[in-house]
């Protein structure tokens, strides 16, 4: 079936701009993760949504950084006043929960390559 | 410093040569994956562990959780081109803690 899928794959933009990254998780995943990986690093951990909301979001940088899974499927996460130090690859990740008795794996997408000019 | 140091950073082996790769936390795991990136790709998951001493297996590839659950190995015999790529290691704290932390991975080159 298909895997997760994200758009754009590639987003150049302007300092200070506002940008939209978008999400597509496995067909019925219920949990779905947003990371940032930055150049010759790992990807860093930024929020997870279990249904529509958001069980943990301790990993956005700051308040610039918004996301959002208004259907428990799609999420969208949303960049203000876009900085060069955002530059990165914005990974999503889907799980299925079956529920609180067994960790289940993650599954990522191919990456939205974000550049700030 | 790095909560998940992985050694070596590169690695650089001879099509045919088994090689292994290691991951080691500063604190104790309650599940640890190995997963496999391309550039401008995702990460494709390899493996999961979660017991102590647990081993598990995929093809030429196996990764092994040592008993006090902070390193793991990932060891891949008669490696082939179709094995290069970057290899990283994820690791869950605790039990309902939802988000992996990861090391910075190992750039694995194989040459013919």
């Known amino acids: 079936g298909a895997g997760v899928s994200q758009t754009p794959s590639n987003k150049v933009t302007e300092k200070g701009k506002y940008v939209e990254l978008r999400c597509d998780p496995i067909s019925g995943h219920t949990a779905l993760y947003w990371y940032r990986q930055s150049l010759g690093q ?3 951990f930024l929020i ?3 249904g529509t909301g958001a069980a943990d979001d ?3 940088p700051n308040d610039r ?6 259907e428990g499927s799609v999420s969208t996460l949303k960049i203000q006043r876009t900085e060069r130090g955002d ?4 990974l999503c990740a889907s799980s299925f929960r079956a529920g609180r008795t067994s960790q289940d794996t993650q599954y990522f997408g191919p990456g939205t390559r974000l550049t700030v000019l | 410093s790095q909560e998940l140091e992985q050694s070596p950073q590169s690695l650089i082996v001879q099509e045919g040569k088994n090689l292994t790769i290691n991951c080691t936390s500063s604190k104790t795991l309650y599940g640890l994956y190995w997963y496999k990136q391309k550039y401008g790709e995702g990460l494709i998951f390899l493996m999961m562990l979660q017991k102590g001493g647990e081993e598990k297996s995929h093809e030429k590839i196996t990764a092994k959780l040592d ?11 008669a490696s082939q081109p179709s094995h290069a790529g970057i290899y990283l290691c994820g690791a869950v704290r605790y039990f309902g803690n939802e988000k992996l932390t990861f090391g910075t991975g190992t750039r694995l080159t194989i040459i013919p």
Do not use: C, D, M, N
């Open chain 1, 42 to 44: 790992g990807p860093e």
């Open chain 1, 48 to 50: 997870y949504f279990q």
């Open chain 1, 58 to 60: 301790s990993g956005l």
């Open chain 1, 65 to 70: 950084f918004f996301a959002v899974r208004p």
């Open chain 1, 87 to 90: 530059s990165a690859v914005y």
């Open chain 2, 67 to 77: 008993e006090k659950k902070q390193q793991s190995s990932l060891h891949i015999t």
